[in-house]
């Protein structure tokens, strides 16, 4: 089952502008990941996140992690075209290795 | 440096089939994790593989089994295909069951 749901499913924007999307999820974490995914291929990691850190920047993502809400942002500043793809958030728990994902924000850069 | 590989890259076969799934680690890397996504899913842990061993499942039936080798690559077999198994499955390595993953570009599996 899915950990946990990004919210929105899909979202569309001009290229140049900034991209929000949002995950939460449902039990207690050791660590938050953000990938990306093109077209159904592979996954490529984009960031993680420890439980005790709060904010993490890289690029041009930022991300920001309320673990009192179980949830997370991924915000991606000054978009590309290059950067339509499908988003996922992926947890991690003590002690429990797998990775457990959510259902994906797909987005699209309008050039 | 070769990262994660997946053989083969897309593959059709039909209901009450077996399909056996291959991936080979990135380099230094022992340990391997299998996941399912499908159409418009979040990938789903299926099951991880160290020291030749299945140390941890996810909520998938017996019809999926696994393999690791020596040199830590793995098998993911898929007995009595049904529909609902047509997918892309991904493999991802690491260093230890707790490393950071590396994903390889999967194989996508078609169900007729």
């Known amino acids: 089952s899915q950990q946990g749901e990004e919210d929105p499913q899909a979202l569309s924007i001009q290229e140049g502008e900034n991209a929000t999307m949002n995950c939460s999820y449902k039990t207690s974490i050791n660590n938050l990941q953000w990938y990306r995914q093109n077209s159904g291929r592979g996954l490529v990691h984009l960031i993680l996140?420890?439980?005790?850190?709060r904010e993490k920047h890289s690029g041009r993502l930022r991300v920001t992690l309320d673990t009192s809400k179980k949830s997370s942002s991924l915000l991606i500043t000054a978009s590309r075209a290059a950067d339509t793809a499908s988003y996922f958030c992926?947890?991690?728990?003590?002690?429990?290795?797998?990775?457990?994902f959510g259902t994906g924000t797909r987005l699209t850069i309008i050039p | 440096d070769a990262g994660v590989t997946q053989s083969p890259t897309h593959l059709i076969k039909t209901r009450g089939q077996q399909v056996t799934l291959r991936c080979s680690p990135k380099?230094?890397?022992?340990?391997v994790s299998w996941y399912q996504q499908a159409l418009g899913q979040g990938p789903q842990f299926i099951f991880q593989?160290?020291?030749?061993?299945?140390?941890q499942r996810g909520n998938f039936p017996d019809r999926f089994s696994g393999h690791q080798f020596p040199n830590y690559s793995s098998e993911l077999n898929v007995n009595a295909l049904l529909l609902g198994d047509s997918a892309l499955y991904l493999c991802?390595?690491?260093?230890?069951?707790?490393?950071?993953?590396?994903f390889g570009p999967g194989t996508r599996l078609t169900v007729l």
């Open positions: 593989y160290y020291e030749e061993e299945e140390r």
């Open positions: 992926a947890t991690d728990a003590q002690g429990n290795e797998k990775l457990t």
């Open positions: 991802a390595s690491s260093l230890g069951a707790g490393g950071f993953p590396f």
């Open positions: 996140i420890r439980s005790n850190e």
């Open positions: 380099s230094g890397h022992d340990t």
